[in-house]
């Protein structure tokens, strides 16, 4: 591991349950040891990142070392979100991965273009949607230096 902490914290930000219970057990299964928070609104990050309303108490909220960021939500969408904790001079070294299931050339020239550091299709056959999330965990997690 590259870092100092036991488990590494993630916030994904996804309004479906659906995919959000596929991620987490796809998550418990490539044997990284991460802890999960999750939002379901583009309003909620925010105030998840600034420890704001409903994340003010002491241990409601830590800072993420990766975002997992779906780009339809209700209310501000994830672009809005990317835009904005991209252009915030604390929160922009936060790496950010869009998981979506939109291939347009357009929405993702966008994403990199407002910060994003990764923009993963959510597969969907499971063992390669498994094979993705493990690859991307390894990545962030094993082989490159998150900042602190």
């Known amino acids: 591991m590259n870092q100092r902490l036991d488990k590494y914290t993630i916030l994904v930000v996804e309004d479906s349950e659906e995919d959000y219970v596929t991620l987490t057990r796809l998550c418990k299964k490539c044997a990284i040891p991460c802890n999960l928070f999750r939002c379901y609104r583009g309003e909620e ?67 990199y273009a407002e910060g994003a550091s990764g923009y993963l299709l959510k597969p969907v056959n499971l063992d390669h949607y498994a094979a993705a999330l493990r690859s991307l965990l390894q990545y962030w997690f094993e082989t490159v230096q998150l900042p602190e």
């Open 45 to 111: 990050v925010l105030d998840f990142l600034y420890q704001r309303n409903n994340f003010a108490a002491p241990g409601a909220s830590t800072r993420p070392a990766l975002i997992l960021l779906d780009l339809n939500l209700i209310g501000m969408d994830g672009r809005l979100v990317l835009s904005r904790i991209k252009s915030d001079p604390c929160l922009k070294s936060i790496p950010v991965v869009v998981i979506t299931t939109s291939s347009s050339t357009r929405e993702i020239n966008y994403c």
